[in-house]
Structure formats: structure tokens, C-alpha cells
């Protein structure tokens, strides 16, 4: 276990991070697929604790926001599906082969980087060894997961499970001499066990002949696993809702080198009371899903849904909702129906005074003595400040409890430190804990407190505290791991 040696610290109940993705459990269709979103370290309460948490829990994906966030899971032992959630730039696409990394894709350059990673690696030239061309053992079921082409069969029952079943296996083997390609496609079944039938078929292409091989779906080469998204309305990332998708998408489902496995839109409003814009993107999306579907072509995954969506309307998820926010035991707004999914704060912050002294009246306190003791006070010295996430901004407004009373930090928060006046409290000892957010005894300061105090969102509150503060992980009220990356 790592330790620390500055008397702050943020602490994370596992048991109440359980608690949450149980309580979703409970009120989501049971059929649904789970996605821990773990991007910005996990929303601060540490994202490879928390993907390892949950993904004992029993959820199927990890969501991160950017590739690197993905390494690092992978470094550190994360072995669970991981998507990335933002863009991906062309030259992260052999990494996250390597690191079966599921990737973001709705830009036209997909094209371009396969079509260069093909011609590298396909031809007579192709290094030797290269990671691209190396057979993994698991490719066969790599190839049961992804999008499905259904052969000569209307579309099924909507729905999870109906996306699940039959795919084509298909064998290729690489000659590295005359870089030719041969393919032979075999039937497999999914865990699903369904029915569906595959003929089979066999080939011979020249890797060079990129319109040939585009239509052949390897086995033996590492595909890169996508999903691929569709902006309905949030404006941020995706294919616009039209043809423009439906052509993307069946590309995709066809190429070569891709394994797709599901197709996923983002709502914008789903935290509000009113949900007609929830419903209206819900209903841009459902038309591409329905024309695929039409066309025999279905996703294992395919997920519009955050934490609000899983709260609030899960029924629009279709098989996957992505839970932030509620997971870390706190609501997307104060709209959504808290009784329906009842969350309990995962994250703390505490610390302990290191210095406490009498003051005579009129003495300044902090930079700028914006602060001055208005009689005899009892300062207290806090060691955490902006630098830690304790925004300057709460300078003068935020408070602390301290035995079990709520008490004003006074004057400028500094980069390491800050003040509190605990007069009236008796002597202070440097043992007893000091929250600044979270409970003690009957009181309590929130994640929404500190967050109207500074007219942002609790999601910034906790992605605010810096990796300076060390991450203590407690279960069933103990201490049972410390994060300190300062010291690792
Ligand atoms: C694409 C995507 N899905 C899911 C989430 C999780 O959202 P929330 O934290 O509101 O549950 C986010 C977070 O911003 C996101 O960007």
C-alpha cells in the first residue's frame, strides 16, 4: 500500500461505489449492459480503482475519454473491454490494436489511416513480426463480436439480446512472399446461441488490391474494434443523422480491418425535468438503427444512455447505458428523479489542522489580508489550496467542519494552504479530521455545495481535486489501499 505524509488526503468508499452500481442494477432493465465511465481519473476518485471496482460488480465496458487514458488502464492491468469515448487521431490506431482498445470512429480519414496500415503491412514488404499481421488466439472470438450482417432472415426481435448471435467466421492467411491473401468464411455462433447460418465461402485476393480485400473480413490480422457515433443533437462528435450515416456504417460493417461492434449516440438534456429533446434525439437515432436493422445489420452494442438517461428514462438505452456522475453516488441534476435510483457520494475530501494559534482582533489573515479577526479568534492553518483543487475562488465562502460544526474558511485560499476560524471550539488537536467535503456527525458539505459556490457543476468539483492529494480507498470503514502518485 502506498502512504503520504501531508495530512490531506480524498477518500473513496468502495462500499458506497458498490452501492450505486447496485442501485442502477436494480432499476435498469436487466438485460442492460452496463459502461463504468472512468475518463479524468475517473471523475478524481482514481479511474483504475474504480474500473477494477466495477468491473467486479459486473459491468461490461469501461468508457475513457482519450487513448492515453485507455494505456494507462491497460498498464496498470486493466484487462475489460475499454471504449474511447472522444477522438482518436489516426496515429493512435496501431496502439490501440496492440491494446485491444475499442476506438470512437465517425471521420472520413478511418479510411485513409486502414488503407496506409494495409498497404504497410500486406505486401511482400511488410515487416517482419510486425504486431498488425500477428495471429492472436483469440481471433476466432474476436470474430463473433461486432456488427452482424444477417443473410436471407427479416430482422429480428428488437432489442439486447436479438443484437447478439450468428457471425461470420472467416479465416485469412497471409503469404509473405507474394503478399497473396486467401480468405475462407466459416459460420460461428455466439454465446447467444442462435440459429442464424452462414454459408461457406472461399477465396483467394491480392492484399495489394485494396477495392478487393475492403469486402473480405479477416481473421488473423488485428481489426480495430469501434464504435461508431452518431450526433443526434449535442453537437460535439458524430456522423449527422442522415444518409451521410447510413453509408459510414455500412462501409464500416464491410471493411476489412474493422470490427464493429456498436454504434452509440450522446444526449444533451437527458438531465432535465422536460425530456422533448431526449425524445426527439432518441428518435433520429432509433431511424438509423431501425434502416440498418432493416438491412440485416445489427450491433452487439449499441447505447445512447448516461448516468441521467439511466435514471430518468433507461427504456431509451437500448443495451447499454454510461454511467459517470451516478456511479460516483452523485445526480447528473437536481431534475432527474432521485427516488428512482438512490446514490450515496463516493469521494471526501479531509485534512487536519497543522497549526493552530490565537489571534488578537484586526489581525490580517492570508494574501491580500482580505480577512481581518474581528475580536480574539482561534486561526486554524489547513494544508490544502488550489493547487489541490481547493479552488481560490471559495475564498471567503466555503467552509469546514470541524468537530462535528460547520466553520468559514477566512481569507485568500493559497496554492498549498488555507485558513479556518475554529474559534469557540476548544483546543484543536492535529489528530482530529477536518471535512472539507463530505460528512461528520450530523453535518454535511457536498459536492453541490462547493459547486454552487463557484457556479460550476459537481462533475467539476471532483475532477478538480489534483493528484497531489493522495486517494484513500476504504471498504467496510477500512483503509484499504492509498494512491499517492507523487511517491510511487
Ligand atoms: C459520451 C459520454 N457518455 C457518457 C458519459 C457519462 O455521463 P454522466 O457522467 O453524466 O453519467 C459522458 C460524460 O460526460 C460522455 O461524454
Given at each position: 500500500m502506498e502512504t503520504f505524509y501531508r495530512p490531506t488526503w480524498v477518500e473513496v468508499s468502495l462500499d458506497a461505489l458498490r452501492h450505486n452500481i447496485r442501485a442502477f442494477r436494480q432499476a435498469l432493465p436487466a438485460e442492460m449492459k452496463v459502461m463504468a465511465v472512468v475518463k479524468a481519473d475517473g471523475y478524481g476518485h482514481g479511474a483504475v480503482k474504480v474500473a477494477q471496482e466495477a468491473m467486479e460488480c459486473g459491468v461490461s465496458y469501461i468508457g475513457v475519454a482519450f487513448l492515453d487514458e485507455a494505456l494507462e488502464l491497460r498498464r496498470e492491468g486493466v484487462k475489460a473491454p475499454i471504449l474511447v469515448l472522444g477522438y482518436t487521431q489516426p496515429e493512435g490506431i496501431p496502439l490501440a490494436i496492440e491494446h485491444d482498445i475499442t476506438l470512437t470512429v465517425f471521420q472520413d480519414e478511418l479510411w485513409t489511416a486502414l488503407e496506409e496500415r494495409l498497404q504497410a503491412t500486406s505486401g511482400p514488404t511488410a515487416e517482419a513480426g510486425s504486431s498488425w499481421l500477428e495471429k492472436r488466439p483469440e481471433d476466432s472470438a474476436h470474430a463473433v463480436m461486432g456488427a452482424s450482417i444477417r443473410q436471407g432472415k427479416p430482422p429480428s426481435m428488437r432489442g439486447p439480446q436479438s443484437r447478439a448471435g450468428c457471425r461470420p467466421t472467416n479465416v485469412i492467411t497471409t503469404d509473405a512472399t507474394t503478399g497473396r491473401v486467401s480468405k475462407t468464411e466459416?459460420?460461428?455462433?455466439?454465446?447467444?446461441?442462435?440459429?442464424?447460418?452462414?454459408?461457406?465461402?472461399?477465396?483467394?485476393?491480392?492484399?495489394?488490391?485494396?477495392?478487393?480485400?475492403?469486402?473480405?473480413?479477416?481473421?488473423?490480422?488485428?481489426?480495430?474494434?469501434?464504435?461508431?457515433?452518431?450526433?443526434?443533437?449535442?453537437?460535439?462528435?458524430?456522423?449527422?443523422?442522415?444518409?451521410?450515416?447510413?453509408?459510414?456504417?455500412?462501409?464500416?460493417?464491410?471493411?476489412?480491418?474493422?470490427?464493429?461492434?456498436?454504434?452509440?449516440?450522446?444526449f444533451a438534456c437527458a438531465d432535465e425535468a422536460d425530456k422533448a429533446y431526449t425524445l426527439e434525439q432518441h428518435r433520429k437515432f432509433e431511424r438509423i438503427i431501425r434502416h440498418l436493422e432493416e438491412r440485416g445489420v445489427t450491433f452487439r452494442y449499441v447505447h445512447t444512455g448516461n448516468s441521467a438517461a439511466g435514471i430518468d428514462c433507461p427504456e431509451l438505452s437500448y443495451s447499454m447505458v454510461r454511467l459517470g456522475i451516478g456511479m460516483y453516488g452523485l445526480y447528473p441534476s437536481e431534475e432527474v428523479n432521485k427516488e428512482r435510483v438512490q446514490l450515496e457520494p463516493v469521494m471526501s475530501i479531509k485534512t487536519r489542522a497543522v497549526h493552530v494559534k490565537t489571534l488578537p482582533a484586526g489581525s490580517g489573515i492570508s494574501y491580500g489580508t482580505t480577512y481581518h479577526t474581528s475580536g480574539e479568534e482561534c486561526i486554524a492553518t489547513l494544508p490544502i489550496g488550489y493547487a489541490d483543487g481547493y479552488s481560490r475562488m471559495l475564498s471567503g465562502k466555503a467552509q469546514a467542519i470541524v468537530r462535528g460544526r460547520k466553520v468559514p474558511i477566512v481569507g485568500r485560499i493559497c496554492m498549498d494552504q488555507c485558513m479556518a476560524n475554529v474559534s469557540g471550539l476548544g483546543d484543536l488537536s492535529k489528530e482530529e479530521e477536518v471535512v472539507l467535503m463530505g460528512r461528520q456527525q450530523d453535518e454535511a458539505i457536498t459536492a453541490e455545495d462547493l459547486a454552487a459556490l463557484l457556479g460550476t457543476v459537481n462533475y467539476e468539483i471532483t475532477c478538480m481535486v489534483s493528484h497531489r492529494v493522495p486517494r484513500v480507498y476504504i471498504r467496510d470503514g477500512r483503509r484499504e489501499d492509498v494512491l499517492n502518485p507523487l511517491i510511487r
Open positions: 466459416t459460420a460461428a455462433v455466439s454465446e447467444s446461441m442462435s440459429t442464424d447460418a452462414f454459408t461457406s465461402t472461399s477465396e483467394s485476393i491480392h492484399a495489394n488490391d485494396i477495392d478487393t480485400i475492403m469486402t473480405a473480413t479477416p481473421a488473423t490480422t488485428h481489426k480495430l474494434k469501434v464504435h461508431i457515433k452518431i450526433d443526434t443533437g449535442m453537437g460535439r462528435l458524430g456522423l449527422q443523422p442522415n444518409d451521410e450515416a447510413i453509408s459510414y456504417i455500412t462501409r464500416a460493417v464491410e471493411h476489412l480491418l474493422l470490427d464493429v461492434e456498436g454504434v452509440y449516440t450522446h
